[in-house]
Structure formats: C-alpha cells, structure tokens
C-alpha cells in the first residue's frame, strides 16, 4: 500500500504536530530522533512525513507531493493555493496586527502610511477593505525594526506573547485576526486515498475536539 506522506512545518509547530499524531496512535520515533535524515516513516502505519518550511508545505501539498499538511493559518492567508483545508488544529495560536510606536496615531491622516512586513498579501487585502491606500515594503524577519529605524510608519506581523513588542517599545494599534495551525490536504488525494485520509481526518478532529479548549 501507498505511503500517505505528511508536509509538517519546521520550527514552532513542529512539536504540537508529532504530540497530536503520537496521540492518534502514529509512531513518531523516527521524527523524534531526526539527525540530518529528511523523511521519517512509521511503516505500520504507512505514513511518512516531511519536515520543510511552512510556504513550502502549501507547494509539496497544492502539487501532491505530499498528501496532506500542517501548516499556520498565516501562511495560507498570504498565499491562496489550491487543496482543502480540513481542520482547525487550533495549536500555534497568534494573531495578525498592525503595530507602531506609541507616537503612530491619527489613522485617517492624509498621509500615505508605509507598511513594512513579511506579509504583503494579507497586510494589503486588510488596509484595501479599510479603503486605506498604504505603500507596502517587504522584510524577511525581525519586522518590528523598521517603525524603529523610520523605514515604516506601522508594521503588519504576528503576536504571539508580545513579548517581542513590548521589548522593542512597540504597540498593538489594531487586530487583524486569529490564526491557528490548519490541516490541509491535496485535492487529488482527497480522492484517490478517500478511506485512509477520511480516517485520519476524523481522529485528528477527535483529538482537536477532546484535547484542545
Ligand atoms: C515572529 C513574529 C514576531 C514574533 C512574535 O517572528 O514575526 O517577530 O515571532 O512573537 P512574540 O509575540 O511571542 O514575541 P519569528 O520568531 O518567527 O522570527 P522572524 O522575526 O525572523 O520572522
């Protein structure tokens, strides 16, 4: 029987994902103990899974080289792709915002307000539906010091403790929303393998609904 391959991301998710799988009775050792190997298998189960970057999970997973992805809602707000999104895993909670320094205010001022942030998509779509025309500046990471160094009037990025804001004395000026990590799985698969990832669905829903508040 085919493997069903599994796309996790890297890094924050990684070890909500393996717990909630160990917990639906999936052997997660190989994972665990990954040394510099790429894909880690539970053959009894015919699963494997992956371990890549969260945009590159959306790839795996929208070209079917993976069946199925864990990946935060984040990712799949800045890029619509093609698969289903199944679960709310509800783990990796966070929340998009538009944040600045104190002295940020007056949304409504004429002037036109630059955004810097690692999400351009999202960060447009909500200025557009607030009919607010921002000029958008791309930063790969540590976003919080362009307001700092005078690059950007406010950022659009993700709080999770805020802990990172409020070292760097900057402020929530508005929520954009919730985010969460997601299960999603290709569209092809969904059909070819309907009874193993309807299953595993199911148990991982299960597990959601009885583990997670
Ligand atoms: C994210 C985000 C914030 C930080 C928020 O960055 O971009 O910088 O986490 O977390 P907090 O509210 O708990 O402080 P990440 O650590 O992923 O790295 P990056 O800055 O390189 O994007």
Not at 65 to 70: E, L, P, R, S
Not at 138 to 152: D, N, T
């Amino acid at each position: 029987m085919k493997n069903i391959r599994i796309a996790l991301t890297k890094g924050r998710l990684e070890k909500f994902s393996i717990n909630m799988f160990e917990n639906i009775g999936i052997d997660c050792t190989e994972l665990k103990d990954k040394g510099r190997k790429l894909i880690f298998k539970d053959d009894k189960n015919n699963i494997e899974f992956v371990l890549v970057k969260s945009t590159d999970v959306l790839t795996y997973v929208e070209y079917g080289a993976a069946d199925i992805g864990i990946v935060g809602k984040d990712t799949l707000l800045e890029q619509e792709k093609n698969f289903y999104e199944v679960v709310d895993l509800k783990f990796g909670r966070c929340s998009f915002n538009v944040a600045a320094l104190p002295d940020y205010k007056n949304y409504t001022s004429l002037k036109r307000k630059r955004i810097a942030t690692k999400y351009p998509n999202v960060a447009r779509n909500f200025f557009r539906s607030k009919g607010e025309d921002v000029e958008l500046i791309k930063i790969e990471g540590s976003v919080e010091l362009a307001p700092i160094l005078g690059l950007s009037d406010a950022i659009v990025d993700i709080v999770e403790t805020g802990t990172t804001l409020k070292e760097n004395g900057l402020i929530i000026i508005e929520k954009i929303c919730d985010i969460s990590a997601r299960m999603i799985v290709n569209r092809a698969s969904m059909k070819i393998n309907k009874n193993k990832i309807g299953t595993l669905i199911e148990k991982v829903q299960k597990y959601v609904d009885e583990n997670v508040k």
